[in-house]
């Protein structure tokens, strides 16, 4: 499990031109929903292209410790019989998320409403996260909780023996805590509706009704209005995972600011609840491009192409783009070290209660390469000065957080001298082939010694 091995320390050194295809793998929200859903169906779901990542690993155990029986066919290929809604027998061990925020909070919804008791826990990371933002909307349905002191894990959640619907406003733009009442609404009977005023990833909504559930989303003035009647019987379904671009962000940014790159990332989801990173980067004067744009599984899917970008510009990036990019951000703001003038971010609160405070991390690691960094609650800016322009040389602390550490690794690329990050360990929980993938491309990454 992340953050409970050694750690990985690794050094990025300046590169020649990334050029290839880059087959990143799944998509870690859509993979860990595949495989909780496939859980509460009746029958068997079969899975392609689930990320295989630490992340998901440890979802998929759950799944198993509640009674569905999940198996591992060939690489990606997965089955999982489920045990119906309604259907979870009570763990007899304690449930370790590791380092998955969604993987706990999406898990505590969906047994939230059956008549047992779980106990929770996580790695270092996990344990500091805020965990009230779940079993606040869950306690309504009749959810019981008792945790360590703010919310947090490890904690136990009694489930409600005879949960009623709720309404339910998400207080903070949070797909995994939308994704929480819904789960937890299937086993209730009536309506539940989740309302949401900033729209965050939509694929449990997506999941939800290709599984068989009636499900309906409309936009109001009080924003998403989506409403799940509760306690359907849920079809199996035959599930291909596309590939996530919050992974594919790293070769492709990292093509962007390495001279004369040019990467194909074949595949990758592109729903329009997840794709404000590309935007961004268009807007900014980035060279990508969109080939064989499709739908696949119910998920709009492309083929990006990303070649060198020398003439982007630092953008005040729309605030109401946030919630479609949020784990975007830390790579972002590598590509801005690399643009000319300033990339203002701001609306970004949630940066901060990640795996990470990412906010944090990024502004000391790459003032550490002599970047000039701004940054206050939900605000940060950096300031660019031009494509190769980044010093580097620096240490960075990946604080277990997968995303840190790949941003870094990326910066490392495009800088004057390498780019240390102290562990780069975590990056297994959602990219278990990046060293391997960007080597392929021709970066320089090498371990190093401890
Ligand atoms: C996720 C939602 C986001 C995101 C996370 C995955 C999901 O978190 O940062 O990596 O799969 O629902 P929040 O819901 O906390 O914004």
Same mark, same amino acid.
């Given at each position: 499990?992340?953050?409970?091995?050694?750690?990985?320390?690794?050094?990025?050194?300046?590169?020649?031109?990334? &050029?290839?295809?880059?087959?990143?793998?799944?998509?870690?929200?859509?993979?860990?929903?595949?495989?909780?859903?496939?859980?509460?169906?009746?029958?068997?779901?079969?899975?392609?292209?689930?990320?295989?990542?630490?992340?998901?690993?440890?979802?998929?155990?759950?799944?198993?410790?509640?009674?569905?029986?999940?198996?591992?066919?060939?690489?990606?290929?997965?089955?999982?019989?489920?045990?119906?809604?309604?259907?979870?027998?009570?763990?007899?061990?304690?449930?370790?998320?590791?380092?998955?925020?969604?993987?706990?909070?999406?898990?505590?919804?969906?047994?939230? %409403?059956?008549?047992?008791?779980?106990?929770?826990?996580?790695?270092?990371?996990?344990?500091?996260?805020?965990?009230?933002?779940?079993?606040?909307?869950?306690?309504?349905?009749?959810?019981?909780?008792?945790?360590?002191?703010?919310?947090?894990?490890?904690?136990?959640?009694?489930?409600?023996?005879?949960?009623?619907?709720?309404?339910?406003?998400?207080?903070?733009?949070?797909?995994?805590?939308?994704?929480?009442?819904?789960?937890?609404?299937?086993? !209730?009977?009536?309506?539940?509706?989740?309302?949401?005023?900033?729209?965050?990833?939509?694929?449990?909504?997506?999941?939800?009704?290709?599984?068989?559930?009636?499900?309906?989303?409309?936009?109001?003035?009080?924003?998403?209005?989506?409403?799940? &009647?509760?306690?359907?019987?849920?079809?199996?379904?035959?599930?291909?995972?596309?590939?996530?671009?919050?992974?594919?962000?790293?070769? !492709?940014?990292?093509?962007?600011?390495?001279?004369?790159?040019?990467?194909?990332?074949?595949?990758?989801?592109?729903?329009?609840?997840?794709?404000?990173?590309?935007?961004?980067?268009?807007?900014?004067?980035?060279?990508?491009?969109?080939?064989?744009?499709?739908?696949?599984?119910?998920?709009?899917?492309?083929?990006?192409?990303?070649?060198?970008?020398?003439?982007?510009?630092?953008?005040?990036?729309?605030?109401?783009?946030?919630?479609?990019?949020?784990?975007?951000?830390?790579?972002?703001?590598?590509?801005?070290?690399?643009? %000319?003038?300033?990339?203002?971010?701001?609306?970004?609160?949630?940066?901060?209660?990640?795996?990470?405070?990412?906010?944090?991390?990024?502004?000391?690691?790459?003032?550490?390469?002599?970047?000039?960094?701004?940054?206050?609650?939900?605000?940060?800016? !950096?300031?660019? &000065?031009?494509?190769?322009?980044?010093?580097?040389?620096?240490?960075?602390?990946?604080?277990?957080?997968?995303?840190?550490?790949?941003?870094?690794?990326?910066?490392?690329?495009?800088?004057?001298?390498?780019?240390?990050?102290?562990?780069?360990?975590?990056?297994?929980?959602?990219?278990?082939?990046?060293?391997?993938?960007?080597?392929?491309?021709?970066?320089?990454?090498?371990?190093?010694?401890?």
């Amino acid at each position: 499990m992340s953050g409970h091995g050694d750690p990985i320390p690794m050094t990025s050194r300046p590169s020649g031109p990334l &050029k290839g295809e880059a087959n990143v793998p799944g998509d870690k929200s859509i993979s860990h929903r595949s495989l909780i859903l496939g859980a509460m169906a009746v029958g068997e779901t079969r899975i392609t292209g689930l990320l295989e990542g630490q992340d998901v690993l440890d979802t998929a155990k759950a799944m198993a410790a509640f009674g569905a029986d999940v198996e591992r066919l060939g690489e990606g290929e997965w089955r999982v019989h489920g045990v119906g809604v309604g259907g979870f027998a009570e763990p007899d061990q304690v449930i370790d998320c590791g380092n998955s925020g969604t993987g706990v909070r999406l898990i505590m919804g969906a047994a939230a %409403t059956s008549p047992i008791a779980v106990t929770y826990t996580g790695d270092a990371s996990l344990n500091k996260r805020p965990m009230a933002r779940v079993t606040d909307p869950l306690a309504l349905f009749g959810t019981q909780t008792v945790g360590r002191s703010g919310g947090r894990l490890p904690m136990t959640l009694v489930g409600a023996d005879e949960p009623v619907p709720v309404r339910y406003v998400v207080p903070v733009p949070s797909a995994q805590v939308k994704s929480a009442v819904l789960l937890a609404a299937l086993n !209730v009977p009536g309506e539940t509706v989740v309302i949401e005023q900033e729209a965050t990833r939509d694929h449990t909504e997506r999941m939800l009704a290709g599984f068989g559930a009636e499900i309906s989303t409309e936009v109001t003035d009080e924003g998403r209005v989506i409403t799940l &009647k509760g306690q359907p019987e849920l079809k199996p379904q035959d599930i291909i995972v596309p590939r996530d671009p919050s992974s594919a962000a790293f070769p !492709v940014c990292a093509a962007l600011i390495v001279p004369g790159s040019d990467v194909l990332v074949p595949n990758i989801g592109l729903n329009p609840t997840r794709a404000g990173l590309y935007f961004t980067l268009q807007d900014m004067g980035a060279d990508l491009t969109f080939e064989n744009m499709r739908e696949e599984g119910g998920e709009p899917v492309a083929d990006l192409r990303a070649r060198y970008s020398p003439d982007m510009k630092g953008i005040e990036v729309p605030p109401e783009r946030a919630a479609s990019m949020i784990d975007e951000y830390p790579i972002l703001s590598c590509v801005a070290a690399n643009a %000319t003038g300033q990339t203002v971010m701001r609306g970004v609160k949630e940066l901060r209660v990640k795996e990470s405070d990412r906010i944090d991390a990024m502004a000391t690691g790459l003032r550490a390469n002599g970047v000039e960094v701004e940054d206050g609650p939900d605000w940060w800016i !950096v300031t660019g &000065k031009g494509p190769g322009t980044v010093p580097g040389g620096g240490l960075c602390e990946s604080h277990l957080d997968h995303r840190i550490a790949m941003s870094f690794l990326c910066l490392g690329m495009a800088a004057q001298k390498p780019v240390k990050v102290d562990d780069a360990g975590p990056i297994a929980t959602s990219f278990p082939i990046f060293e391997p993938l960007m080597a392929r491309l021709g970066a320089q990454i090498v371990r190093d010694n401890h």
